[in-house]
């Protein structure tokens, strides 16, 4: 339930969203648009070939960046799931609490029902509002004690959401099944669902012990994707039951766009806001058949495509449904690309000329460019004249960009760090941002053209995934308009410009 400040405040917000219609119709302005937001999950700049791939085809992402604006400096809050996300939702600096790393399959709800999200914003502007597909925020109220067997609470319902069709964290993660409006999907009575991260359920034939039984994907040496075996695949974490609601992993992709195709034919009177998180191309990558072999690159092309298809049929909903012209569609990636994380793909042997991360340094996990550099392409053929956009913009500020969209102020507390940027978001800004700040172990601050890495004890290199992490003891100043791979290290030449970008972090730490 939301606390009874934050529902007066709504009631008084959508007074002020419809008065708000008011004055975009005396502009001419489109009224309500129905926003989408896709977010694929370790999708990296250059895997893309409208960021200029010439390795991977991505047809329909093509499209949809040519009927809209391409952005070439746009960021996740942070170089992973949960935390990316977790700020995306809440307009919230991840690295502001210490409870937002990777959550386990078994996480409560990380945004808690009295925290404001942009899908309440959108509610409370009357919109129907949904979420499918990946969530990796946590379900229920603590890690460790949901009911899966029952009604799973708190949940996206508590947090604006109409509707959901949830992964609830990872594919490489149990439980493996979807949770639909807050229960497991064809879940037999007869036979419930355990889960634990803590220890195995006797019986239960592990990944480690029992490698003949990974008939689809066998774990990468030391990762530990090597517990639970669904599917032929092992994960992480333990489970059993539920046999008829596990999931088919080459089905993930369909299931997840289906259901959204369907949740915006059923919606397409009304406006709505939708969020649909991608499994593609996250691993364990095992996409649907029509797809395998189609890149030449494995799996991991394979799962490019399939990712490229699910936008393709997201379009062609929206278009036959005519509801094409006046949808805001943000695409983009919850943090850079990885290329082996935890299973025998082959993607590593197989990547050939393909570079993932574009032209940056690093990838998931980093704190260098790759790591949060992320592909971003907002379109809304009503209002938004198509072309590239080299402004500086975050994920964050889609929250506070949004209520300026439809005319709300947001209630006190809402969405902090979240700044509006509609006009930059729109293409209509060429400079964005005067900062943006990142998180990935240590932070960052870069104002575009120069970048400053705060000291960290944490890891420079991931020897697991072959990712630098970015991390040093000493630190680190960039000059992202020279020297876009983060190479040469000019603190020491500069110690005026690392003074004021450190002044900008501790003043924002401080706020
Ligand atoms: C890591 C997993 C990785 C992936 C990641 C989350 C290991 C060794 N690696 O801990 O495979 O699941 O978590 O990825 O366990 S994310 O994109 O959802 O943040
Ligand atoms: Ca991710």
Known sequence: MKSAVVISLGASLLASCSGNRQNRETAKLPDKPNVIFLIADDIGYGDLSCNGSTTIHTPNVERLAERGVRFTDAHSVAATSTPSRYSLFTGHYAWRRDDTGIAAGDAGMVIRPEQPTVADLFKECGYTTGAIGKWHLGLGDKTGSQDWNGFITPGPADIGFDYSYLMAATADRVPCVFVENQRIVNLDPEDPVAVSYKEPFPGEPLGKDHPELLTKLKPSPNHGHDMAIVNGISRIGYMKGGKRALWEDENIADSITCKAVRFIEEHKSEPFFLYVGTNDVHVPRWPHPRFVGKSGMGPRGDALLQFDWTVGEIMAALEKAGIAENTLIVMSSDNGPVVDDGYADRAVELLGDHKPWGPFRGGKYSIFEAGTRIPMIVSWPARVKP???????????????????????????????????????????????????????????????????????????????NIELGNSREEQLYNLRQDIGERNNQAAEHPEIVRRLKEVLEAEKAR
């Open 387 to 465: 072309g590239v956009s080299d402004a500086l913009v975050s994920q964050v500020d889609l929250y506070a960009s949004l209520a300026s969209l439809l005319g709300k102020s947001l209630p006190e507390g809402a969405a902090p760090d979240s700044q509006d940027h509609l006009a930059a978001f729109l293409g209509e800004d060429p400079k964005g941002r005067d900062y943006v700040i990142e998180v990935a172990g240590a932070l960052s601050v870069s104002d575009g053209e120069w970048k400053y890495i705060a000291p960290s004890e944490d890891a420079a290199y991931q020897k697991l995934t």
